[in-house]
């Protein structure tokens, strides 16, 4: 089965600074999806970027980058120009194909002014 | 375009009582999710519907907890009779199709006492 494994439970960062967040799956598929959602407190989780496996190109969307490294099975966060509203829960997700998606435990974020 | 939507957004309930949870999803998506998550923990997926047509559903606890979908757009996930450890969001998501990005609602917080 596939697992994924956020290794930091919390993170803290000061503003305007830059903080990667870790992510590491597992799986024996070659194609599949990978994500990063963003939950805030008390709030919807929503998608801050996606990756698909057959791309070597890593994505980026603003200021979040990730590090896609599929020999490593190793899918890091990069936020650049830190905010105070991203502060927040961070889950790493994979997906393959149709299948499920399976988060990570998450990484609280946490921004100091 | 509105989002996922959910109600309630929180309820408290004796044990043993029954409980019901609603989601409208994004307009023209057809595949709907319902994901369980704990306090601390990322999601887990319940229940997969594509249209009307629950196509997932092996993590449904099937003896207290049961979903429908009708007419392939509102779902209702219900649990009858709630126990202590069902206290959780509940997370209704949605999709274009089963390989599509999934959004999410805001959640329903429940505590059981």
């Known amino acids: 089965a596939q697992t994924v494994t956020q290794s930091q439970p919390e993170m803290s960062v000061q503003e305007a600074e830059t903080v990667t967040l870790s992510c590491t799956y597992d799986t024996s598929e070659s194609d599949y999806y990978l994500f990063w959602y963003k939950q805030p407190p008390s709030r919807q989780m929503i998608l801050v970027i996606r990756?698909?496996?057959?791309?070597?190109q890593n994505a980026t969307e603003n200021r979040f980058s990730v590090n896609f490294q599929k020999a490593a099975k190793s899918f890091s966060l990069k936020i650049s120009d830190s905010q105070l509203g991203d502060a927040a829960m961070y889950f790493c997700a994979y997906r393959q194909g149709a299948q499920k998606l399976v988060f990570g435990q998450g990484t609280r974020l946490t921004i100091n002014p | 375009e509105a989002g996922v939507v959910q109600s309630p957004r929180y309820k408290i309930i004796e044990k043993k009582q029954p409980v019901a949870f609603w989601c409208n999803p994004i307009?023209?998506?057809?595949?709907l999710y319902w994901y369980l998550q704990n306090l601390g923990q990322g999601p887990e997926l319940l229940i997969r519907y594509e249209n009307e047509e629950a196509v997932d559903d092996s993590q449904l606890p099937k003896d207290r907890f049961s979903a429908e979908r009708l007419k392939g757009v509102d779902s209702t996930l219900k649990i009858q009779p709630a126990e202590l450890g069902d206290s959780a969001v509940y997370l209704c998501a949605s999709g274009r199709g089963r390989t599509d990005t999934q959004y999410f609602g805001p959640g329903t917080r429940l505590t059981v006492l």
């Open positions: 307009s023209g998506h057809n595949t």
């Open positions: 990756q698909e496996a057959y791309k070597q």
